[in-house]
């Protein structure tokens, strides 16, 4: 992967950090609203948007995979992440949502390292790198906004 798209892959993936940091971050300072919008529903709503988005990549690896992936594993659980994330914006409780998307992307993240391991997910080595850095970044926003509900 060239220089060019590496730097890319790390600048998008870090200005996504932008509104799980934001939303969070007015939340916990107890921010009514942000843009008209409560920041934990920002949060919430932004989540569930992102763990879908990376539900979409097994997806895609399954449609450009090679012969040795488990192409049907990859459709359904894709297809499961996005459901889970529907659902975290179906439910009444904040800390459901926040805990089922924290689970969601903890979970992800595991069967992505499990790909990589593989060389099944990426010819890109450096993308499970920057998924645990940008998934444990998630998890600590949601969860200091978890825990903030639910003490």
Same mark, same amino acid.
């Given at each position: 992967?060239?220089?060019?798209?590496?730097?890319?892959?790390?600048?998008?993936?870090?200005?996504?950090?932008?509104?799980?940091?934001?939303?969070?971050?007015?939340?916990?300072?107890?921010?009514?609203?942000?843009?008209?919008?409560?920041? /934990?529903? &920002?949060?919430?709503?932004?989540? !569930?948007?992102? $763990?879908? *988005?990376?539900?979409?990549?097994?997806?895609?690896? =399954?449609?450009?995979?090679?012969?040795?992936?488990?192409?049907?594993?990859?459709?359904?659980?894709?297809?499961?992440?996005?459901?889970?994330?529907?659902?975290?914006?179906?439910?009444?409780?904040?800390?459901?949502? /926040?805990? &089922?998307?924290?689970?969601?992307? !903890?979970?992800? $993240?595991? *069967?992505?390292?499990?790909?990589?391991?593989?060389? =099944?997910?990426?010819?890109?080595?450096?993308?499970?790198?920057?998924?645990?850095?940008?998934?444990?970044?998630?998890?600590?926003?949601?969860?200091?906004?978890?825990?903030?509900?639910?003490?």
């Amino acid at each position: 992967m060239n220089t060019a798209k590496n730097k890319l892959i790390y600048t998008l993936g870090f200005l996504g950090l932008i509104p799980f940091i934001v939303s969070s971050l007015a939340e916990l300072m107890q921010v009514e609203s942000l843009f008209g919008i409560q920041p /934990l529903k &920002l949060l919430i709503t932004y989540g !569930a948007i992102i $763990l879908t *988005f990376l539900g979409g990549v097994l997806w895609g690896r =399954a449609l450009h995979r090679a012969e040795s992936e488990p192409a049907n594993a990859l459709l359904v659980l894709s297809n499961a992440f996005a459901i889970l994330a529907w659902l975290t914006l179906l439910l009444d409780s904040s800390a459901w949502s /926040l805990g &089922l998307q924290m689970a969601g992307f !903890a979970t992800l $993240l595991f *069967f992505e390292q499990k790909l990589a391991r593989s060389s =099944a997910m990426t010819s890109y080595m450096g993308y499970y790198r920057i998924r645990l850095i940008l998934t444990s970044a998630v998890i600590v926003c949601e969860l200091l906004v978890f825990g903030n509900h639910i003490l």
